[in-house]
């Protein structure tokens, strides 16, 4: 009696063809003509892309495949984006606002001018008290303070990149991330392909010995522990780095590229899974044009 309750019980716990064992899908459609940029990955199975149409924010599943649009809006920019505490953090591009919103309404939390000068706003990072902003055409940083429950307080302060930070003619600061401890800023310069540690107290930059790993076209950035994956969108790949203890030297772990990237920007994880969206740009955008979320072949 014991025996055939327990081999009934293990029987019972994957029946053969449950939805529990159905692979996650290797693309993701988002809607057409969406003009993705940014990727961030929530609760569960959720993740989230914005527009650079219209400043609209995507939510999907990436088991099922499904999603819909969950940020309704008209008249902004959506570029980099991140997930944090229930909130949705979204960069604002050229409009040099960013914005947040509440992750599973959509509902809108605050909104921010970030600066009235030359401005991409182009890429966040979250930590316990802050969420920071890249600009592309400056080199500032932003901290948006954050309170209880992570909500954005309104402080808004400017944090100019000193040290060894290069600004030169073209894209600049782009993708962001930021240590354990918060205390340390990791920024990728997309035109000189310099990645630096950044003191996010005093902005004071200080450029990463990169062991010879080439990172022009470098986009958006994810770190997990101490392995930083770098996107360069227009060559098609994404470089992955071991990083140094005190955030000054990374070594080249790899290089990994997908049959189904077309010029990705951005990364997010869901548990061991990586997952990149397709931003296309070396593709004349028409309200037609299909866009796609991919789940990286090689993680």
Do not use: C
Not at 50 to 55: I, N, T
Not at 217 to 232: N, P
């Amino acid at each position: 009696m014991l025996l055939t309750t327990a081999l009934a019980a293990a029987f019972a716990v994957a029946p053969t063809g449950s939805a529990s064992a159905a692979p996650f899908p290797d693309t993701l459609a988002l809607p057409n003509g969406w003009l993705p940029e940014g990727i961030a990955t929530g609760a569960g199975t959720s993740v989230y892309s914005g527009s650079r149409a219209d400043g609209s924010v995507w939510k999907g599943d990436l088991r099922t495949g499904e999603g819909e649009v969950l940020v309704d809006v008209d008249g902004r920019v959506a570029v980099g984006i991140k997930v944090d505490r229930g909130l949705l953090f979204v960069s604002g591009g050229a409009t040099g606002d960013a914005y947040v919103y509440d992750a599973d309404s959509g509902a809108e939390v605050a909104a921010f001018d970030l600066t009235d000068g030359p401005a991409f706003i182009n890429d966040v990072t979250v930590t316990r008290d802050a969420a920071w902003f890249t600009n592309s055409q400056a080199a500032e940083l932003y901290r948006v303070a954050l309170g209880a429950g992570g909500v954005p307080t309104g402080a808004v302060q400017t944090i100019a990149l000193a040290g060894d930070w290069q600004q030169v003619a073209g894209f600049n600061a782009n993708g962001i991330a930021a240590t354990p401890d918060g205390q340390t800023l990791l920024v990728i310069n997309s035109t000189t392909g310099i990645l630096y540690a950044v003191d996010a107290a005093t902005g004071e930059a200080t450029a990463v010995d990169a062991g010879g790993a080439l990172l022009t076209q470098g986009d958006g950035i994810l770190l997990q522990g101490t392995t930083l994956w770098v996107v360069r969108n227009r060559s098609n790949e994404v470089v992955v780095l071991r990083m140094a203890s005190d955030w000054h030297a990374a070594t080249p772990v790899r290089t990994i590229t997908d049959p189904d990237f077309d010029v990705p920007t951005t990364v997010a994880l869901q548990g061991s899974r990586l997952y990149a969206v397709n931003a296309r740009f070396t593709t004349a955008p028409t309200p037609d044009t299909e866009y796609d979320i991919v789940l990286v072949d090689g993680r």
